[in-house]
């Protein structure tokens, strides 16, 4: 990105001059002025040429400056919008792709018919799929696993703020897991998902972008990008109830592989499914 000149500070500065002279993509500036000023980004219209104070002007080129250092929006404000919903980030948690939107809707669907369904999310993060679900089914018993203390920290926080208390599936339960590790074993749900860490290690993305400024462990397994789906299709069948169903968010390129090994567990009906771009997005199937 090659800065613009920026408005004269002896000079007023109005929204409509920073926005002009700003190297980002005109989005990407307007949700920073909107997050520095507190206002709705029709404000930005209504309120163009409006003298802004110099301790605005600096917030907003200070966090403009980050933003060109490739550092994401989302950790930069602090929030993403998931589901309808917006999440509080941080760098211990991965930032919710709209993508990952599709498996919160697979999930739905599955449960349709389900009172009270029993969910289990591996690898909350923020808990955006397992608080989106919790929230478009108020009847479901959720529970979330994550082995990051601090990303259940930002989780319990987005379930808290974003809940009901009195939803009547009660309130999410997390607990700190690698997997299913620390879960109760007599516990069994109908619905399993995850978006687990699925970026092969080398795979040169891991150094581009966003994903620099996101918790390695959310985005690789540090081998062929298929271990983690390996461990949570093999533990699946002993912790879904009878016709339970698993959906696993994976890579562009893995959705053969994984419905091999989810035909190799003895799941039927697998399927994947491809989001909005056409890429076969999250693979899953029915416990026979």
Sequence with gaps: ?????????????????????SPLPPLEARILLTHVL?????????????????????????????RVAGEPIAQIVGVREFFGLEFEVTPHVLIPR??????????????????????????????AIAVAIASMRPDAQVTALDRSAEALAVAARNAARLLDAKRAGGAVTFAQSDWYGSLDTALRFDVIVSNPPYIASGDPHLE?????????????????????????????????????????????????????????????????ERDLAGIERISGGRLA
């Design 38 to 66: 507190g206002w709705r980004h029709t404000q930005l219209i209504t309120r163009a040429d409006e003298a802004l104070d110099s301790e605005c002007v600096e917030r907003y080129l200070a966090l403009q400056a980050r």
């Design 98 to 127: 709209p993508e990952t939107e599709l498996l919160v809707e697979t999930a739905l669907t599955a449960m349709e018919n389900l009172p009270r369904p029993r969910v289990l999310d591996l690898g909350t993060g923020t808990g």
């Design 208 to 272: 581009q972008g966003d994903l620099r400024y996101e918790p390695r462990g959310a985005l690789t397994d540090e081998a062929d990008g298929l271990s983690a789906i390996r461990a949570i299709v093999a533990g699946a069948p002993a912790r879904l109830a009878a016709r339970g169903v698993l959906w696993m968010e994976h890579g562009y390129n893995q959705a053969e592989a994984v419905r091999e090994l989810l035909t190799a567990q003895g799941f039927v009906d697998v399927r994947s």
């Design 1 to 21: 990105m090659t800065a613009n000149a920026p408005p004269n500070r002896d000079q007023a500065a109005t929204p409509a001059a920073l926005l002009r002279a």
